[in-house]
T-cell receptor, first 114, second 110 residues
Framework: ETGVTQSPTHLIKTRGQQVTLRCSSQSGHNTVSWYQQALGQGPQFIFQYYREEENGRGNFPPRFSGLQFPNYSSELNVNALELDDSALYLC?????????????FGSGTRLTVV | DQQVKQNSPSLSVQEGRISILNCDYTNSMFDYFLWYKKYPAEGPTFLISISSIKDKNEDGRFTVFLNKSAKHLSLHIVPSQPGDSAVYFCAANAGNQFYFGTGTSLTVIP
């Protein structure tokens, strides 16, 4: 049973550019969520996908968007990058749509915007 | 708007003793509360959760207590082991919205 894998592990982008981060869910998991973790902070919920539909969203602007594919892998897209978007982006998957299910997290993608 | 707060950034405990990590929240509509453990360069790992309708949940050395009137929960680790040294995040969800605290770094001294 493989865990959650994220790619790339590190990324440097220029302000104004667009970025796509990728996540492969743990086998058997149909729910994926994305988090932004700034330095010294806890993870901030961006959004959640359940069976390819977005079913929850945190306080992030529309330039943060996502997709979930039929194999339950997922992408996070960020347009018009800003310096404050520099953070660790975590993907998490579970076999349920929420509640007390223990989400399995990937190791994250470290995005630096310069 | 920090709805889940961990006011102690760090905690040191002697091996074999009890570790108590605390968490406060402001939203009375939270359904579940969860604790995650995070080692450096790894993603958070789910530890234990508790429903808002319960006041205690136990799993081996880990027990979570929920005090709804005080909007407070705590994680007890007994006995503490050096391998428990990590950052612990408290989290809560309301529907499909999830909120994390800022974490407490636990060091268990051998």
């Amino acid at each position: 049973e493989t865990g959650v894998t994220q790619s790339p592990t590190h990324l440097i982008k220029t302000r104004g550019q667009q970025v796509t981060l990728r996540c492969s869910s743990q086998s058997g998991h149909n729910t994926v969520s994305w988090y932004q973790q700034a330095l010294g902070q806890g993870p901030q919920f961006i959004f959640q996908y359940y069976r390819e539909e977005e079913n929850g969203r945190g306080n992030f602007p529309p330039r943060f968007s996502g997709l979930q594919f039929p194999n339950y892998s997922s992408e996070l897209n960020v347009n018009a990058l800003e310096l404050d978007d520099s953070a660790l982006y975590l993907c998490a998957s579970s076999s349920g749509g929420g509640g007390n299910y223990g989400y399995t997290f990937g190791s994250g993608t470290r995005l630096t915007v310069v | 708007d920090q709805q889940v707060k961990q006011n102690s950034p760090s905690l040191s405990v002697q091996e074999g003793r009890i570790s108590i990590l605390n968490c406060d929240y402001t939203n009375s509509m939270f359904d579940y509360f969860l604790w995650y453990k995070k080692y450096p360069a790894e993603g958070p790992t789910f530890l234990i959760s508790i429903s808002s309708i319960k006041d205690k949940n136990e799993d081996g050395r880990f027990t979570v207590f929920l005090n709804k009137s005080a909007k407070h929960l705590s994680l007890h680790i007994v006995p503490s082991q050096p391998g428990d040294s990590a950052v612990y995040f408290c989290a809560a969800n309301a529907g499909n919205q999830f909120y994390f605290g800022t974490g407490t770094s636990l060091t268990v001294i051998p």
